[in-house]
């Protein structure tokens, strides 16, 4: 059994067990596997523990501040905003130029008669420089708390509702949930235990492709929707500008 904690915190969760410290050792000779203080560890089966235990913190953070669970169907967790978790429903954030700014985290579509609050995926790896690689999904709900139960009219609402979001707009909804997770300094501090933690840079990775999309706001309009609606879905919040930068950004190195 491994842990970033003491055996303090083992046995506070595990009370009737007998547990005593067999091994400590630093975690970048655990990853680079086959240490000498715990022999038999290869480097593959080490980071997949340690993945392991960071989705594990994760989800334990994700839950305490109040966010909703979805399970993916490549059975990945989203974590999800509900109606009313934040005030007005609103995240603010420092976009690249810094101006601040605020997005929608839940919206309404009163055409299509559902919620749509953003969830979130976020998978830990482990590589010289490790990070979280993260994906915007967005949920849709009757409610704004419990999400369809149909796979089959959550995946046509996402065709239809989103294909009029542009980078842009990913971008910055990724940006201000980022904001919104992190504390004042823009760190996201994940428990490990009652004695242990790790940080993580909230504020995202920022890079400029050199590939980027035409400018949705001048291009043609005359396309043919792929769903039965043929008028483009309502925008959260308000029109996003014009931008060089194609690509979501990822949570930085901890």
């Not at 050792?25 to 596997?33: H, I, K, Y």
């Not at 990945?76 to 997005?103: C, L, N, P």
């Not at 749509?116 to 915007?136: E, N, Q, R, S, Y």
Request: with cysteine.
């Amino acid at each position: 059994m491994g842990t970033f904690g003491t055996e303090v915190d083992l046995k506070l969760a595990l009370p009737e067990q007998v547990i005593e410290r067999r091994y400590t050792l630093p975690l970048e000779d655990m990853l680079a596997g086959m240490p000498a203080a715990m022999p038999g560890v290869k480097r593959a089966e080490a980071r997949r523990m340690v993945v392991n235990l960071l989705r594990q913190s994760w989800n334990n953070a994700m839950a305490a501040k109040g966010l909703s669970a979805f399970e993916m169907a490549d059975n990945s967790v989203a974590w999800f905003f509900t109606k009313d978790v934040i005030e007005k429903d609103t995240a603010y954030f420092v976009d690249h130029t810094g101006k601040r700014r605020r997005k929608a985290m839940v919206g309404r579509s009163e055409k299509r008669g559902v919620y749509w609050p953003l969830g979130v995926i976020a998978k830990p790896v482990m590589t010289d420089t490790p990070h979280f690689v993260m994906k915007a999904a967005i949920i849709f709900s009757h409610d704004g708390k419990t999400p369809l139960d149909s796979v089959e009219k959550m995946h046509k609402l996402r065709r239809g509702f989103c294909r009029n979001w542009w980078n842009g707009q990913w971008r910055d909804l990724m940006l201000a949930y980022v904001a919104w997770i992190g504390d004042e300094d823009g760190r996201l501090k994940l428990p490990m235990g009652d004695f242990a933690e790790v940080v993580v840079d909230a504020r995202p990775v920022l890079f400029e492709s050199p590939v980027s999309c035409a400018d949705p706001a001048v291009k043609s309009r005359a396309v043919v929707p792929d769903d039965e609606d043929e008028t483009p879905p309502e925008a959260p919040v308000e029109p996003d500008e014009a931008f060089e930068i194609a690509g979501l950004a990822e949570s930085a190195d901890d």
